[in-house]
Each structure stands twice: as C-alpha cells, then as structure tokens.
C-alpha cells in the first residue's frame, strides 16, 4: 500500500524505493495487465548505469506528512540530491546508492515501526535522516538492537551525542551547546544582557534553552525568564501576552510553521519592537522569509548554513550546491525558495556515509563496526561534499563542529555579519558509550 505522501504533486517526480506506476503493458493483452494489475515498478534511476550491481540501501526517514511535513519534504531534498551525485559520478566502490523513503508522519511511535520496517524487512544498509529530536530519541534504540549506522540529518536534541549517546548514530552538524558557545558573546556585546527565551516545549527546546541560559550567564548576562510553547501551537498569544518586564532581548527557539507563528504573533503584539528580537536560525530560514515579510526584518540569529553567496560562501562548491538545491526546492514550491540548512545538512550527511563506506571497505551490515571506525575522528574539507565549510566529526561522542554563520535579516534578506570557525565553536565531550 502506498504511503500517503507519495500520493502528492510534489512528490510525483521523485524516484524512491518500490514506486509503482500504473500504465498499459505494450505488447501485452488487456487481460494479461489485468491480472497484473496493471502495475510494474519503475528501474531505479541507476539501473541504466550500473545494471545489476547490487545497491547500498539507504533507508531515509523524514517527516513527509503532520505538522513537520514541511520541514521534512526538504530535508528529503538534501538527502536525494547527494545520492543523485554520487550514483551520476559512479556510486560507491562501483555500487549505486538506493533510497528507501520511510515517513514517519511526524510522530514517535510511528517513527519506531518506521524505522523496524526499514531494518528488518527492507534491510537497508545504513540509514539517514531524522528532524524532529523526539522520533530520533524513540528510534535510536532500534539502530542499536539491529547495530545499524544512523547517520542523523536534522535532529538537534543535546542528549543525541551525550547523555543517549550511541556507538551507531553520529550527528554530522552542529547542536545548541556549540551553537551557544558562539553566539553568547555577540548577543551579551552587541544586543543586550538581559534575555527572556521563549522555546518549544520539547526535546530540541528544552535542551536549546538550557545551553543557551547557561552561557548567557557564564558571560554575565542574565535570562530573566522563559516561556515553553507546545510543539504545534497554533495560537501563541496566550503564551506571549504574558512576557512583560524589564530585559534587553526576547530569544527564540523555534522552527518551521511554529517559528512563523512566534515570529509573525511576537510582531504584533509589539514584543519585537519593544525588545531586540534574536534566535535560534531556525526561526528565519529561507523557507519561512516571503511568509513573514516585515514582521522578521531586524531579526538576528546564528545557523550552520545561510542562503547567502558573499565571502566565505562565495565559492564555486556553494555555488554549485545553491543553484541544484534552489532548482529541485522549485518543484515542492513554485516560489522557489533558497536552501535552508535541512537541505545542507541531509546532503552532507549522505556525503559523511559515502565517505565512511569508501574508506572502511563496507560491504553490507556485517561491516558495520569497521564503517563507525572509519567515521570516527573524520575530519573533511570545504568542497562539492561539504559546501558549507571544513568539519571534525569527533570520535568520543560523534558530534561534528562546524563553522557558524551569525546573521541579520535586512530587506528580507539574510545579512551575514560574523562568522565564527569551528576552532571557536568546541565544547568537551559528555558522553559514554556503550560496546558496538
């Protein structure tokens, strides 16, 4: 049975793992189709190329339907454009890659079963993926029963790599203590000492809140109070009539439709012009721009990836990253939005797996204690892979730094204003793993 999202107009053109299309047999007779049902599946796009050599599969899980469906969409863009690359200059180790799309539709527990289907029936090699922190927290357990490498593209939930912290999962980007240890000093410089963070009130939030509280006031500056959302809220003036008071800043920490129901309320209840209105980079993405026109301008936050192509991102690996990314995004919104950093950090997560598959020799899940050696300590270059800059992807708890990107939104445009490198950006590791 067909998942409910290959059912959309977006996702026509997309090729994934066992898509089906229903058309007339030539050469057959209609009885004949008939009892076939008049479905055959589609060769995947790299059967031309490689005929029959087997596949590395790549379970994908994204969040293509419920309230993260957005979000999720263009994460699968990343994802599918690495693999597009790879297989167009040759696969693997002379073996294509494979996507097997699992949507999760934005929840936990479907998450789980998701995630068992792609081990145990579709046995996939390794997976990638993830977004919302809760459904990667619920998953990871089932990546460490089955001893299968998931490479996580969005999820951004602190414990990821300390607390819950797993041999098998690695997180190729940046996570809120790092993030807060390169924004803390402009925003106590430059914006103010006094903050009230609003936040989700979830797993990323919580965690986000709590690193970002703590070097505000490591630096001298103080939080004077937060404010937790619930993930989907669909009104928020209850939450944000309440913040009143004396402070510098109001911080927030939100991302896709709920970051523009923050932004867009925050605005008009006159709390982003009495107070200098900052965040997590998520609240402004490329995405989320058109939508909230004037009620983001001023806005300023801190991401892994902007959308802009000025030094440093002015080189021909962003450029070319830019303008494959701006072309598929088109397809999913006729408005053709920038790339946001899901898109970046799914492709550079996919390019992290082809690169631990072609230096360990991975053959299959039998070698899946020689691809976490090859990840481990894996340090990698600005290029076509890593267009958003050089990464370590740290061997203790699998926790990538990065360079970060300090931005304003000027004209409905980001504005870059600092960037900080990964040297700056590294805090100690938390976290003790298990035996693989």
Same mark, same amino acid.
């Given at each position: 049975?067909?998942?409910?999202?290959?059912? *959309?107009?977006?996702?026509?053109?997309?090729?994934?793992?066992?898509?089906?299309?229903?058309?007339?047999?030539?050469?057959?007779?209609?009885?004949?189709?008939?009892?076939?049902?008049?479905?055959?599946?589609?060769?995947?796009?790299?059967?031309?190329?490689? $005929?029959?050599?087997?596949?590395? +599969?790549?379970?994908?899980?994204?969040?293509?339907?419920?309230?993260?469906?957005?979000?999720? +969409?263009?994460?699968?863009?990343?994802?599918?454009?690495?693999?597009?690359?790879?297989?167009?200059?040759?696969?693997?180790? %002379?073996?294509?890659?494979?996507?097997?799309?699992?949507?999760?539709?934005?929840?936990?527990?479907?998450?789980?079963? +998701?995630?068992?289907?792609?081990?145990?029936?579709?046995?996939?090699?390794?997976?990638?993926?993830?977004?919302?922190?809760?459904? !990667?927290?619920? !998953?990871?357990?089932?990546?460490? *029963?089955?001893?299968?490498?998931?490479?996580?593209?969005?999820?951004?939930?602190?414990?990821?790599?300390?607390?819950? !912290?797993?041999?098998?999962?690695?997180?190729?980007?940046?996570?809120?203590?790092?993030?807060?240890?390169?924004?803390?000093?402009?925003?106590?410089?430059?914006?103010?000492?006094? =903050?009230?963070?609003?936040?989700?009130?979830?797993? =990323?939030?919580?965690?986000?809140?709590?690193?970002?509280?703590?070097?505000?006031?490591?630096?001298?500056?103080?939080?004077?109070?937060?404010?937790?959302?619930?993930?989907?809220?669909?009104?928020?003036?209850?939450?944000?009539?309440?913040?009143?008071?004396?402070?510098?800043?109001?911080?927030?920490?939100?991302?896709?439709?709920?970051?523009?129901?923050?932004?867009?309320?925050?605005?008009?209840?006159?709390?982003?012009?009495?107070?200098?209105?900052? $965040?997590?980079?998520?609240?402004?993405?490329?995405?989320?721009?058109?939508?909230?026109?004037?009620?983001?301008?001023?806005?300023?936050?801190?991401?892994?990836?902007?959308?802009?192509?000025?030094?440093?991102?002015?080189?021909?690996?962003?450029?070319?990253?830019?303008?494959?990314?701006?072309?598929?995004?088109?397809?999913?919104?006729?408005? %053709?939005?920038?790339?946001?950093?899901?898109?970046?950090?799914?492709?550079?997560?996919?390019?992290?797996?082809?690169?631990?598959?072609?230096?360990?020799?991975?053959?299959?899940?039998?070698?899946?204690?020689?691809?976490? @050696?090859?990840? @481990? $300590?894996?340090?990698?270059?600005? $290029?076509?892979?890593?267009?958003?800059?050089?990464?370590?992807?740290?061997? @203790?708890?699998?926790?990538?730094?990065?360079?970060?990107?300090?931005?304003?939104?000027?004209?409905?445009?980001?504005?870059?204003?600092?960037?900080?490198?990964?040297?700056?950006?590294?805090?100690?590791?938390?976290?003790?793993?298990?035996?693989?």
């Amino acid at each position: 049975m067909a998942e409910r999202w290959q059912e *959309e107009p977006w996702a026509k053109d997309i090729w994934w793992s066992g898509k089906t299309t229903r058309r007339r047999f030539l050469g057959f007779s209609a009885a004949t189709a008939g009892a076939l049902g008049a479905t055959v599946l589609v060769p995947a796009p790299w059967r031309e190329a490689f $005929g029959q050599t087997k596949p590395y +599969k790549v379970g994908i899980m994204q969040p293509l339907t419920g309230v993260a469906a957005a979000g999720g +969409k263009t994460a699968l863009v990343g994802s599918l454009m690495a693999i597009d690359r790879v297989n167009k200059t040759g696969g693997v180790n %002379g073996r294509p890659l494979e996507a097997v799309v699992a949507d999760y539709e934005s929840k936990p527990d479907v998450g789980r079963r +998701k995630v068992e289907k792609l081990l145990v029936e579709d046995q996939v090699d390794v997976a990638e993926g993830g977004y919302l922190s809760n459904v !990667c927290l619920a !998953c990871m357990p089932v990546f460490d *029963e089955h001893r299968t490498v998931f490479m996580v593209g969005v999820c951004l939930d602190t414990t990821i790599t300390t607390t819950k !912290c797993s041999r098998y999962v690695f997180r190729p980007f940046d996570y809120a203590p790092a993030q807060a240890v390169a924004f803390a000093p402009y925003l106590i410089s430059k914006l103010g000492k006094k =903050w009230h963070i609003a936040y989700l009130d979830y797993a =990323w939030g919580q965690s986000t809140r709590d690193a970002y509280a703590a070097e505000i006031k490591k630096l001298g500056g103080e939080v004077v109070g937060t404010t937790g959302i619930p993930l989907g809220t669909a009104d928020m003036t209850s939450f944000l009539s309440k913040i009143s008071g004396n402070f510098d800043g109001f911080f927030g920490i939100f991302f896709g439709a709920n970051a523009v129901v923050l932004a867009t309320q925050a605005y008009d209840l006159g709390l982003t012009k009495k107070y200098r209105f900052a $965040g997590d980079g998520a609240v402004a993405e490329s995405t989320h721009l058109p939508t909230l026109g004037q009620k983001v301008e001023g806005f300023t936050g801190i991401n892994r990836y902007i959308p802009v192509l000025d030094p440093p991102l002015d080189t021909p690996y962003h450029k070319r990253f830019y303008e494959d990314a701006r072309a598929r995004l088109k397809q999913i919104d006729p408005s %053709g939005p920038d790339p946001d950093r899901y898109v970046q950090s799914n492709f550079e997560a996919m390019n992290f797996l082809k690169l631990g598959i072609q230096r360990s020799g991975f053959r299959g899940r039998e070698d899946t204690l020689k691809l976490i @050696e090859a990840l @481990e $300590g894996m340090e990698v270059k600005e $290029g076509d892979d890593f267009p958003q800059g050089a990464k370590t992807l740290r061997k @203790e708890d699998h926790q990538a730094f990065i360079r970060e990107f300090i931005f304003d939104i000027k004209n409905n445009k980001h504005r870059l204003l600092e960037v900080v490198p990964k040297e700056k950006t590294f805090v100690p590791p938390a976290c003790s793993f298990q035996k693989a």
